[in-house]
């Protein structure tokens, strides 16, 4: 079985900047490509970045150039780092390894002066 654990969300003002961090357990976690995903009160979720088991990556085009996604596999981890951040982009963030469909909790994210 496999678990997703997501952490570092929080309040931050616009502008600011947080790091997210899923933590994996299991076997082979190189070997998969991973997803960030959101979704704000009364919307729908949406996929903000992928990370491909060779590194590759994908954004939104809402975040491209200001969120970063990377991956540690020593560290079975996968990261998202937000910066400039905009109020709209206030969401529960989680994780997700498409092989088998695992997900994480997710964590609160909300940018608010």
């Known amino acids: 079985q496999v678990q997703l654990v997501e952490s570092g969300g929080g309040l931050v003002q616009p502008g600011g900047s947080l790091r997210l961090s899923c933590a994996a357990s299991?076997?082979?976690?190189?070997?998969?490509?991973m997803v960030w995903h959101r979704q704000a009160p009364g919307k729908q979720r949406e996929l903000v970045a992928s990370i491909s088991s060779g590194g590759s990556t994908n954004y939104a085009d809402v975040v491209k150039g200001r969120f970063t996604i990377s991956r540690d596999n020593a560290k079975k981890t996968v990261y998202l780092q937000m910066s400039s951040l905009k109020s709209e982009d206030t969401a529960v963030y989680y994780c997700?390894?498409?092989?088998?469909?695992?997900w994480g909790q997710g964590t609160q994210v909300t940018v608010s002066a």
């Open positions: 997700h390894r498409p092989a088998r469909d695992y």
């Open positions: 299991g076997l082979f976690f190189s070997r998969y490509d």
